[in-house]
């Protein structure tokens, strides 16, 4: 799967957009030394029932890769652009600073969501009263975002969209940091709302 993604070009534009995203990525020191709670990433193997196949916000060192698939731009695979469907569940945790937090927000509803219409500046506009998941039963999405539900991201770009979510109790402990400065947010795009739900309202706060 890696070497075909390669050969079809996903890794993007080498044009001087393509650089200025690389360099925001390598540049980002947080990125690099806060990885997912180890916690959080096995309650998501035991939802997959054994390994993640998809980590489209991959870290650039290959020790900390826990998927079967890992996007990075250090490794020619830009999670922008390669698909996010077809590997089963798929897991993102994308860098929080914007405006490259946003571009991955949309890129996950966009790539599990049918019928999104987007304005000029990248904002949905119109979705189905009871919008459609595009992707096969078998393919799941969680993305980790801090729990911000007052911002216009989650209540415009999220909310409308997500089929399940968990309000994480208490601190996530990233890898190589200390407990985060912020709460967090699970999100979950997929089939079986009903079974997120038995494994993640152990952990925290799950609305609905």
Same mark, same amino acid.
């Given at each position: 799967?890696?070497?075909?993604?390669?050969?079809?070009?996903?890794?993007?534009?080498?044009?001087?957009?393509?650089?200025?995203?690389?360099?925001?990525?390598?540049?980002?020191?947080?990125?690099?030394?806060?990885? $997912? %709670? =180890? &916690? /959080?990433?096995?309650?998501?193997?035991?939802?997959?029932?054994?390994?993640?196949?998809?980590? #489209?916000?991959?870290?650039?060192?290959?020790?900390?890769?826990?998927?079967?698939?890992?996007?990075?731009?250090?490794?020619?695979?830009?999670?922008?652009?390669?698909?996010?469907?077809?590997?089963?569940?798929?897991?993102?945790?994308?860098?929080?600073?914007?405006?490259?937090?946003?571009?991955?927000?949309?890129?996950?509803?966009?790539?599990?969501?049918?019928?999104?219409?987007?304005?000029?500046?990248?904002?949905?506009?119109?979705?189905? $009263? %009871? =919008? &459609? /998941?595009?992707?096969?039963?078998?393919?799941?999405?969680?993305?980790?975002?801090?729990?911000? #539900?007052?911002?216009?991201?989650?209540?415009?770009?999220?909310?409308?969209?997500?089929?399940?979510?968990?309000?994480?109790?208490?601190?996530?402990?990233?890898?190589?940091?200390?407990?985060?400065?912020?709460?967090?947010?699970?999100?979950?795009?997929?089939?079986?709302?009903?079974?997120?739900?038995?494994?993640?309202?152990?952990?925290?706060?799950?609305?609905?």
């Amino acid at each position: 799967m890696l070497a075909h993604l390669l050969s079809i070009g996903v890794a993007g534009s080498t044009g001087s957009g393509f650089k200025a995203h690389t360099m925001r990525v390598v540049t980002s020191s947080k990125k690099h030394k806060w990885r $997912s %709670d =180890p &916690k /959080l990433i096995r309650l998501i193997e035991e939802f997959a029932r054994g390994r993640i196949g998809l980590d #489209p916000c991959a870290s650039k060192l290959e020790r900390f890769h826990f998927a079967d698939v890992n996007y990075s731009l250090h490794n020619g695979l830009d999670g922008l652009v390669a698909p996010w469907v077809g590997f089963g569940v798929a897991y993102a945790n994308p860098e929080y600073k914007r405006p490259l937090s946003t571009k991955f927000v949309r890129k996950a509803v966009d790539e599990f969501v049918a019928g999104v219409v987007r304005d000029r500046l990248g904002r949905p506009v119109l979705a189905q $009263s %009871d =919008p &459609k /998941l595009r992707c096969g039963r078998g393919d799941h999405l969680f993305l980790l975002l801090p729990a911000r #539900p007052d911002t216009k991201m989650f209540q415009q770009e999220l909310l409308p969209f997500v089929t399940a979510m968990c309000f994480w109790r208490g601190r996530l402990k990233f890898s190589g940091s200390d407990p985060a400065p912020f709460p967090s947010l699970i999100l979950y795009f997929g089939h079986e709302p009903k079974r997120f739900r038995r494994l993640f309202e152990k952990h925290g706060w799950v609305p609905g």
